[in-house]
């Protein structure tokens, strides 16, 4: 983990920057404290909160819980963290509020196209062209192959099913961040894992946090714009940072549940602002995958803030829809 300080703001609060690897990225809190802070304690359950996250919530990790949950037998109960229940349920019910297009359940989609654990290759042939394909069934959302029960800390399979919470489990390492540094008591602050973002009051003397909105260009790391956060939380989800390119055509890591494959739409980009990161992080993918029509029309619906980036060859053109920030009651 690195550390910095600086002298900044008034005189009374001190600025530190601490960083460190999660999830296959890295994580990162600016702060303002007091004069005397525990910076090493403050770091350390920073790490601790994305650490546990990460050995839960990973489809890398073959001793993570839900690498447990997936192994486990149809029909029998598997005892889970209260952390991961959580995430399982907010996915299934936003997957269900996202009419479908928000899909816990693809894990085994994602690894045939090569963005799992075990870095299989992608397919050898496009599937687009494949008739065989069209006739292909589409599999039973999350919430018909899985049964929760929170109260009880406990999870079991109906059906079939590998679960991958790469669309949500980084939204909520961010929150958990964000809690930390709650529990500090600490009132300023910018919290982030990659892209992901979530921000606490202002900057001492009013200004607001500003993060970068990244240019979907492939292979080209770009700013657009910036935004300004206030207790808040922002996640971007796109088709220019991973993708696979098969019989000459390129496929972003995002998987479509209607299409069983990857999604195939206009949309360069989608960014959410929401309550929490997890929110942000679930809803910029179902939005995504859901299209430059439908996805705009969804979030209207919703009353969700929310940037479109459409791509129209070498020409972007954004769609910004403009609403109350997205909450759990929403």
Known sequence: MKTSSDQSGPPALRRHSLNGETMGTRYSAVFYTPEGADLAAIGASLFAAVDRVDRQMSTWNPASDLCRLNAAAEGAWTAVPDELAEVLEAGV?????????????????????????????????????????DQAPRQRPACDRIEIDRPRRRVRKRAPIAIDLSGIAKGYGVDQLAHCLDGWGIGSYLVGIDGEMRARGSKPGGGAWAVAIEKPVYGVRAVS???????????????????????????????????????????????????????????????????EREGPAL????????????????????????????????
């Not at 922002?234 to 496929?251: H, K, P, Q």
Request: aromatic share 6%; charged share 20%; with cysteine.
């Open 93 to 133: 019910r936003i997957g269900v509020q996202s009419k479908g297009a928000f899909d816990i359940g693809l894990g085994d989609l994602v690894q045939a196209w090569g963005f799992g654990p075990s870095r299989c290759a992608p397919p050898a042939r496009d599937p687009a062209q494949d008739q065989a394909q």
């Open 299 to 330: 979030a209207r619906e919703r009353g969700m803030d929310a940037l479109f980036v459409l791509r129209d060859g070498e020409r972007l053109e954004e769609v910004l829809v403009m609403g109350a920030k997205l909450c759990e009651a929403g």
């Open 225 to 291: 714009g910036v935004m300004q956060l206030e207790d808040t939380a922002i996640a971007t989800s796109g088709d220019y940072r991973r993708w696979v390119e098969v019989a000459g055509r390129r496929y972003a890591h995002t998987m479509s549940p209607a299409l069983q494959q990857p999604v195939s739409n206009r949309l360069a980009a989608v960014t959410v602002l929401a309550a929490t990161c997890m929110l942000a992080d679930a809803w910029a993918t179902a939005l995504l995958v859901l299209g």
